[in-house]
């Protein structure tokens, strides 16, 4: 039996923990008190729904760029064997209150995509993956699931590829759900 296709994820969990939750409440504290928060299609709130802004960047979080830049080297060096320049060309933070959640979708314009925990209980919604093999799901024979879920640890970092289809289920929880999310393309020739 052969599995073609395989889709790598990488699950990882921050170093510099205390540093990285610090800077993002001090940042949290800034969207909380003076810029406010974007409503997402009534499905959560972000702080920037037209995903332009590069909150790594503008608000200066060396330590967590730093943390996502050796997170990504760690997934890369999985299957090719030298060192890719890339850039985070995108990042916002995601806020799920109870009741919301984020449609099924993808970042197919860039390589990787990937999402930090700030904040979570591990019961206020589960990233989940859908295949990338839909024709699979017409398949009366295979057993194989069309989604796979993994619920989210505080100061975890998961890393995928842009096109692989992803969403949050509904957070049923009193308890608020923070992530940062960001987007990385490699620099090409």
Known sequence: MLELFPTKIHLGSVDNYEKIQQDFKDLIQVFDTELGWDDLWNTHLITDNKFKDNIIKEHKLTTFEEEVRS???KYITQWQQ?????DIVTSWITRCDKGNY??????????????YYYQTNGEDGDIYFQTPVLAQTTCF???????????????????FPGWLRHGVHSNTTDHTRMSVSFNITFKRS
């Open 102 to 115: 984020a449609a099924c979708h993808e970042h197919g314009w860039s390589d990787i995509s990937g999402v």
């Open 71 to 73: 997170q990504v080297r």
């Open 82 to 86: 030298c060192d890719l320049d890339f």
């Open 141 to 159: 024979w295979d057993t194989t699931p069309n989604t796979l879920s993994f619920p989210p640890e505080q100061g975890g970092i998961i890393l």
